[in-house]
């Protein structure tokens, strides 16, 4: 393995930053390839080596994979591929910068994170053209996760001087209770591809504001964007080893062996709630605390009351954010009989409307799917769907030739148990549902294994609270196509995760609370 040192003076330039003349081994830059696209971005700038303790490095055994244009299904880039011995290295190095991380003053760590607000802001651009490039996602989708990545850096710098701990007296009268807050330790932060940005501010902020360090493990897909957060990072002037990134096709042994390390005391980890399960099983041999962001099935409900042009663009947004490929997407459609023909009418409509095709070309409203298999699962989910009796109205065809795209589709007179009301669909696919009462609705609503979100439609302000307070999920959507807000408990039940990332909950979830009983 290199000496941790080996890159102590030369590394590649923060995205958007300037270009330096000099690099380490491991650290080449990826080609000025943007797929015939008008992108703006110095593509040639963004790092593609392992950045730990505060180095850029190649990995251990010199190995590097590709990274994919969903547009074109090509090689456009390829990064540093990190081994266990890697991810021992990073956990060494956010290990030996805890202590003093964790006794940098709470305003000094605050100051940090509005750095970096503020760098990411103005690179805004570049940021989103190059979630585009290795996500596939729309530009306008992609500069709206970039406002919303940010945004968790600005909201911890807040929160960072708001560790607030307590004291009382015992019912007694014996003693004082004293509880403070203090950081965790070491944190494994692994991330999804469908958010690669924004899932990973959601948990780089909240820890480093708590005074914890990190290994950030992003997902195989979408590893250039994480790069670019951590060269941004130590752009602004974050201290080396506070933050490690770790992009790896070996996931699994990596993330395991960093769970298996005792100086590890935190995982923190957004994707399916079956990696979850396997992620808690393995935390569990060393008793790590574990954040978990899993998967959902989301139900939007529309009553017959409803305001249909208000419900329909709250659906579009609903289901369509990120086309489709989000925990949060409305996933199963359930509306009143008396209303059910029209809005399926007008959804279809809405959906039919949508400019599909790469994501940097003007106008594009729906990039592809990230890979072939999501497309393939997709098409299987509508295919099964349709067998099982459902009519498609708009949609329904995996689209020919090159890059993953799937065409925004809507079904109709879906039966119960259709694969597609089952299954996290994470494409732009609509089954609606009709149904009779509100106790069918809230019965269809919280008959899944799931409970990240749900959306409610009517105008009767009564019933909407009621609903809500029926449905077994973590966060409603009364009225509203969209719930994500760093300020606010972003998080679900049952099998949709533990804990929860955004506002003063997401703070606390990186500390330990530790109670002194003392006397004066």
Same mark, same amino acid.
């Given at each position: 393995?290199?000496?941790?040192?080996?890159?102590?003076?030369?590394? #590649?330039?923060?995205?958007?930053? #300037?270009?330096?003349?000099?690099?380490?081994?491991?650290?080449?830059?990826?080609?000025?390839?943007?797929?015939?696209?008008?992108?703006?971005?110095?593509?040639?700038?963004?790092? @593609?080596?392992?950045?730990?303790g505060g180095h850029w490095r190649p990995s251990s055994d010199g190995s590097r994979f590709d990274v994919m244009d969903p547009a074109t299904g090509e090689k456009f880039a390829d990064v540093a591929d990190a081994t266990t011995q890697d991810a021992l290295a990073a956990v060494a190095?956010?290990?030996?910068?805890?202590?003093?991380?964790?006794?940098?003053?709470?305003?000094?760590?605050? $100051?940090?994170?509005?750095?970096?607000? +503020?760098?990411?802001?103005?690179?805004?651009?570049?940021?989103?053209?190059?979630?585009?490039?290795?996500?596939?996602?729309?530009?306008?989708?992609?500069?709206?996760?970039?406002?919303? &990545?940010?945004?968790?850096?600005?909201?911890?710098?807040?929160?960072?001087?708001?560790?607030?701990?307590?004291?009382? @007296?015992?019912?007694?009268?014996?003693?004082?209770?004293?509880?403070?807050?203090?950081?965790?330790?070491?944190?494994?932060?692994?991330?999804?591809?469908?958010?690669?940005?924004?899932?990973?501010?959601?948990?780089?902020?909240?820890?480093?504001?708590?005074?914890?360090?990190?290994?950030?493990?992003? &997902?195989?897909? @979408?590893?250039?964007?994480?790069?670019?957060?951590?060269?941004?990072?130590?752009?602004?002037?974050?201290?080396?080893?506070?933050?490690?990134?770790?992009? !790896?096709?070996?996931?699994?042994?990596?993330?395991? &062996?960093?769970?298996? +390390?005792?100086?590890?005391?935190?995982?923190?980890?957004?994707?399916?709630?079956?990696?979850?399960?396997?992620?808690?099983?393995?935390?569990?041999?060393?008793?790590?605390?574990?954040?978990?962001?899993?998967?959902?099935?989301?139900?939007?409900?529309?009553?017959?009351?409803?305001?249909? +042009?208000?419900?329909?663009?709250?659906?579009?947004?609903?289901?369509? /954010?990120?086309?489709?490929?989000?925990?949060?997407?409305?996933?199963?459609?359930?509306?009143?009989?008396?209303?059910?023909?029209?809005?399926?009418?007008?959804?279809?409509?809405?959906?039919?409307?949508?400019?599909?095709?790469?994501?940097?070309? $003007?106008?594009?409203?729906?990039?592809?799917?990230?890979?072939?298999?999501?497309?393939?699962?997709?098409?299987?989910?509508?295919?099964?769907?349709?067998?099982?009796?459902?009519?498609?109205?708009?949609?329904?065809?995996?689209?020919?030739? /090159?890059?993953?795209?799937?065409? #925004?589709?809507?079904?109709?007179?879906?039966?119960?148990?259709?694969?597609?009301?089952?299954?996290?669909?994470?494409?732009?696919?609509?089954?609606?549902?009709?149904?009779?009462?509100?106790?069918?609705?809230?019965?269809?609503?919280?008959?899944?294994?799931?409970?990240?979100?749900?959306?409610?439609?009517?105008?009767?302000?009564?019933?909407?609270? /009621?609903? !809500?307070?029926?449905?077994? %999920?973590?966060?409603?959507?009364?009225?509203?196509?969209?719930?994500?807000?760093?300020?606010?408990?972003?998080?679900?039940?049952?099998? !949709?995760?533990?804990?929860?990332?955004?506002?003063?909950?997401?703070?606390?979830?990186?500390?330990? %609370?530790?109670?002194?009983?003392?006397?004066?």
């Amino acid at each position: 393995m290199p000496s941790p040192d080996a890159d102590a003076q030369h590394h #590649p330039a923060p995205l958007g930053g #300037p270009q330096h003349q000099d690099r380490a081994e491991g650290d080449e830059s990826v080609s000025a390839h943007n797929s015939g696209s008008p992108a703006r971005l110095r593509i040639d700038k963004v790092p @593609t080596g392992l950045f730990v303790g505060g180095h850029w490095r190649p990995s251990s055994d010199g190995s590097r994979f590709d990274v994919m244009d969903p547009a074109t299904g090509e090689k456009f880039a390829d990064v540093a591929d990190a081994t266990t011995q890697d991810a021992l290295a990073a956990v060494a190095a956010a290990d030996a910068a805890l202590p003093g991380w964790a006794a940098t003053p709470p305003r000094q760590r605050a $100051e940090l994170l509005r750095r970096a607000f +503020d760098l990411m802001t103005e690179r805004a651009e570049e940021f989103a053209e190059l979630i585009v490039m290795e996500n596939g996602k729309a530009l306008v989708d992609a500069r709206g996760e970039v406002a919303y &990545a940010a945004e968790f850096f600005r909201w911890y710098a807040e929160e960072a001087v708001r560790t607030l701990g307590s004291v009382q @007296t015992a019912p007694s009268g014996s003693n004082k209770i004293l509880v403070l807050h203090q950081p965790v330790g070491v944190s494994v932060l692994v991330t999804p591809w469908n958010f690669p940005a924004a899932m990973a501010t959601r948990k780089i902020g909240p820890a480093l504001a708590a005074g914890c360090t990190v290994v950030l493990k992003p &997902a195989s897909e @979408t590893p250039l964007t994480a790069l670019a957060i951590g060269a941004l990072l130590q752009e602004v002037g974050v201290p080396d080893g506070a933050v490690n990134v770790l992009p !790896s096709r070996r996931s699994g042994a990596v993330v395991g &062996a960093m769970l298996d +390390d005792p100086r590890v005391r935190k995982l923190s980890f957004t994707g399916s709630t079956e990696v979850g399960r396997v992620l808690l099983a393995a935390a569990s041999r060393t008793v790590v605390n574990c954040s978990m962001e899993l998967g959902g099935n989301a139900p939007f409900l529309v009553f017959a009351d409803a305001d249909l +042009d208000e419900a329909v663009a709250g659906a579009m947004v609903a289901k369509m /954010r990120n086309g489709g490929e989000a925990c949060t997407a409305a996933n199963r459609f359930y509306v009143e009989a008396p209303v059910v023909g029209e809005f399926t009418r007008r959804l279809a409509e809405a959906m039919g409307a949508l400019k599909v095709g790469p994501g940097l070309d $003007e106008g594009v409203q729906v990039g592809p799917l990230v890979n072939a298999e999501s497309r393939d699962k997709v098409a299987v989910l509508v295919e099964s769907t349709v067998r099982a009796g459902a009519s498609v109205v708009t949609g329904g065809e995996p689209s020919a030739g /090159r890059g993953y795209y799937y065409p #925004p589709t809507v079904l109709k007179d879906v039966p119960p148990g259709a694969p597609v009301l089952e299954e996290e669909i994470f494409g732009p696919v609509a089954p609606v549902v009709g149904f009779t009462t509100e106790d069918e609705a809230v019965d269809l609503a919280n008959a899944t294994e799931y409970g990240l979100v749900a959306y409610v439609y009517t105008t009767d302000l009564a019933r909407g609270l /009621r609903v !809500s307070e029926r449905l077994d %999920s973590g966060m409603v959507g009364l009225n509203r196509g969209v719930v994500s807000d760093p300020a606010a408990p972003f998080g679900g039940t049952k099998q !949709s995760g533990i804990g929860r990332e955004g506002g003063h909950e997401g703070l606390l979830d990186y500390t330990e %609370s530790k109670y002194i009983a003392l006397a004066w």
